[in-house]
């Protein structure tokens, strides 16, 4: 009991001081206070902070910055905040866990801005992820002007004459139904609208694809959208029914607000959809027929169905045999197996159509791909067109032969691609494939009645493919291309857009373009375009917690970057960055230096206060780098060049290259830098690590655009090192990654005392069931 008592007391003394020591340092101003932090390798961390600052932890790599940033005060921070939501909305939050701390006051809702990839989804862009894109849509919807693609003008309305005679067009007694559009794509019962249209003397709808008597529709569920279409008449296209299509259209541009549908009864398009035309009074090219049924933000969505590209649906590219890949090397011969699809087959069947094909057309199966003649390439990859060629085949077991049209390796794989039902044999083609545009929407990602909408002459697909600044400067300029009018529809958008790209500009992301896959992304781009969505949201009052902004960007950019994080400040929230840039600390109102040493030999607060109090620390090992008493050492001497080792990468064209050439030294520590968004993870990764590593490793990757690499002869593989974690399974550990249990594991069993009771290796690995502990099994817990 003494004990417990004296435990109390310190604990109270510990408390006191610490709100002390708040006072005296940050007199009349509000602070979080973190009292008794153990969360990894934290050492009983007191600390106070001033809210509503910018204040900087930083320290050696793995000191604990990251666990009393993250893992103890937002961890707090987050879950405190979901702990006071319902129990029906804490369901579709992740609970944190507590942290292991004694106590933490002043705390605010936290959110997290960490360096990991947005979304690897392939619909998600730039554009989606910041709302841009959100806003451009209702844009082009309300302010959109469209054109017909035949003739390049505006479209116009059409009058029910020019309906009625386009119907009388089409073959005398076709069948068919006009349609009213009443309802698209809305969730609900719609039992009134159903009542109506009873009401009304219509007898038969057409629900989500099916028709159905009014009397015997079906209970619709009212959490799914559905489409609605009322049956004005059946009609059987005569010369003399002008008149009663009149009525029809009338009625069903009246009901569905200008559009009507004609369906075929009994003919279906390529889809295997009911065929049909659309009407519209107020979109319809006159000589094409070309017809935009209703501009709606969801016309401009890739990610709906309305609105998508049918022929990519929406992800705007398709995968393509790539004849690169097909042949990789093109010194080989095809004797040497310079088919790379053809060359580990055991069967003779593809030599033998190659020894067929060089005698027909007269080429050396021993010669290099690089010197046969174009016209022999193209028949292999390609196939021979009509022409047959006489093939003959011996597989040990009989001989025959056959004459017939050569198919072509690269037409052969893509129709098999399409026609298997093997997911194996899907996937040994698609290493043979590479991403392309889409060639019917050509990367826009939109169907055609969407990129017919034009706003000063660019359609939707056009401006997302420019970069931030030059958008910023297109919608900046584009009030004085607009009338009165639309300026008036247009200037609260037109506002947001603006904001959210000056945002991005703000944070140095000024050269991302608004079409750039998410995925594409580097981490600390990712958390840059996070932390300008943060600006755009205008919330106060909360905690912001980063994780080194500044990593991967040019010291050219960091000012704008700093500006950010003060704009973010001076909205009235806290931000806690965890950061090792000089500018960064010295930009801080506030900072809190951990340390002395890494892992074990840290977790302990070494020094905090202003950056000039830091510097002033003699404890600060940050503060000798800071005040130049430290320095990292520059080596005089380098190492000597082998000009005959080297890598060359000709041609790269990968997002913003510009039919790059750089030839690399191999044997050397190389550097590739420059600023932010100059093409370094484009050339390096993209295209430079993912080509060689399908040549080599035999990986799948796609690499970017480009023409050739040389000097490959001198490496037998390639290993990209990243940011990844090592593995996600509980089992995991450093020492089981790096090998180094295995020696741990064959010395124990190798003591004696092992060796009397017969213990194995197995009973001290983690995933054997010998060696696994009983409770909680090997998870550590």
């Not at 944190?96 to 933490?104: A, G, L, N, T």
């Not at 093939?391 to 032969?401: I, L, S, T, V």
């Not at 500009?505 to 600390?524: F, K, M």
């Not at 490793?697 to 002869?713: D, Q, T, V």
Request: net charge neutral.
């Amino acid at each position: 009991m003494p004990k417990a008592k004296s435990a109390r007391t310190s604990d109270a003394a510990r408390i006191e001081s610490l709100f002390d020591e708040a006072a005296v340092r940050f007199p009349g101003e509000r602070t979080i206070s973190v009292r008794g932090a153990r969360e990894h390798n934290l050492k009983n961390v007191d600390l106070v902070i001033p809210r509503d600052k910018l204040v900087v932890f930083t320290g050696l790599s793995g000191s604990g910055k990251s666990s009393l940033a993250f893992d103890t005060i937002y961890a707090e921070g987050q879950r405190r905040y979901v702990e006071s939501l319902s129990a029906y909305a804490r369901q579709f939050l992740e609970m944190m866990q507590k942290p292991d701390v004694d106590q933490i006051d002043g705390l605010s809702p936290a959110i997290s801005i960490e360096q990991k990839t947005t979304s690897r989804n392939p619909r998600s862009t730039v554009g989606t992820v910041t709302e841009i894109y959100d806003y451009m849509r209702l844009l082009w919807a309300r302010v959109g002007i469209p054109y017909s693609p035949a003739t390049g003008l505006p479209i116009e309305s059409q009058t029910i004459s020019q309906m009625v005679d386009r119907v009388i067009a089409l073959p005398e007694k076709t069948r068919a139904y006009l349609l009213a559009p009443v309802i698209r794509g809305r969730k609900g019962e719609h039992r009134k609208e159903l009542a109506e249209f009873l009401k009304r003397g219509y007898q038969r709808v057409k629900i989500d694809g099916q028709y159905y008597e009014i009397a015997e529709a079906p209970a619709l569920d009212k959490k799914f959208k559905h489409d609605i279409d009322v049956v004005i008449d059946r009609i059987a296209v005569r010369t003399d029914i002008g008149s009663r299509l009149s009525e029809g259209f009338e009625a069903a541009l009246e009901m569905a607000d200008g559009i009507a549908i004609l369906e075929w009864a009994d003919e279906k398009d390529e889809a295997g959809n009911p065929r049909r035309m659309t009407f519209s009074s107020k979109f319809a090219c006159p000589v094409s027929g070309f017809t935009i049924p209703e501009i709606e933000p969801r016309l401009f969505s890739f990610n709906n169905p309305f609105g998508a590209c049918p022929t990519c649906g929406g992800i705007g590219h398709e995968m393509t045999i790539d004849p690169m890949l097909i042949v990789p090397d093109e010194g080989l011969s095809l004797r040497k197996g310079a088919i790379a699809p053809w060359a580990k087959s055991a069967s003779p069947y593809y030599g033998q159509t190659l020894e067929a094909l060089a005698n027909h057309y007269g080429f050396a199966m021993t010669k290099p791909w690089k010197d046969l003649a174009d016209s022999a390439k193209l028949v292999m990859l390609y196939g021979s067109g009509q022409e047959p060629i006489r093939f003959a085949y011996n597989d040990g077991m009989r001989a025959y032969e056959v004459k017939k049209p050569f198919e072509g390796i690269i037409t052969n794989l893509e129709r098999r691609y399409k026609e298997t039902e093997s997911d194996w044999s899907r996937e040994e083609i698609s290493r043979y494939m590479s991403e392309t545009p889409c060639s019917a929407c050509e990367g826009n990602r939109l169907k055609p009645e969407a990129l017919a909408v034009k706003i000063a002459g660019c359609h939707i697909g056009e401006v997302t493919k420019l970069s931030v600044s030059d958008a910023a400067v297109w919608f900046e300029t584009l009030p004085a291309k607009l009338t009165a009018k639309q300026n008036e529809i247009a200037g609260r958008v037109l506002k947001e857009i603006r904001d959210r790209l000056r945002f991005l500009n703000d944070v140095g992301l000024e050269y991302l373009t608004l079409s750039r896959g998410s995925g594409s992304l580097s981490g600390g781009e990712s958390q840059r375009i996070r932390l300008a969505s943060q600006i755009g949201s205008g919330l106060t009052g909360v905690l912001y917690v980063l994780d080194e902004p500044s990593i991967g960007l040019h010291q050219r950019d960091n000012e704008r970057l700093l500006g950010t994080l003060r704009r973010l400040r001076d909205l009235g929230n806290s931000v806690i960055v965890v950061e090792h840039d000089e500018d960064a600390i010295r930009e801080a109102d506030y900072v809190v230096d951990i340390g002395p040493g890494a892992g074990i030999h840290g977790g302990e607060i070494v020094s905090q206060g202003t950056p000039a109090e830091v510097m002033a620390d003699p404890n600060s090992l940050t503060a000798d780098y800071l005040t130049g008493r430290k320095s990292v050492m520059i080596p005089k001497k380098r190492r000597g060049r082998e000009k005959a080792r080297s890598l060359k990468l000709v041609g790269a064209k990968g997002n913003n290259l510009k039919d790059v050439t750089v030839e690399l030294p191999l044997g050397l520590f190389t550097c590739v830098t420059g600023v932010s968004g100059g093409g370094k993870s484009t050339l390096v990764i993209e295209t430079l690590y993912k080509a060689v590593a399908r040549r080599l490793n035999g990986a799948m990757e796609h690499p970017a655009p480009f023409e050739r690499i040389e000097g490959l002869e001198h490496l037998d593989k390639v290993i990209d090192i990243d940011q990844s974690p090592i593995g996600r399974t509980p089992r995991s550990n450093p020492a089981t990654y790096t090998g180094a249990f295995t020696p741990i594991r064959e010395w124990f069993t190798n003591l004696p005392e092992a060796k009397a009771r017969g213990y194995g290796p197995c009973l001290r690995h983690l995933r054997c069931l010998q060696g696994q502990a009983l409770r909680p099994r090997d998870a550590g817990g």
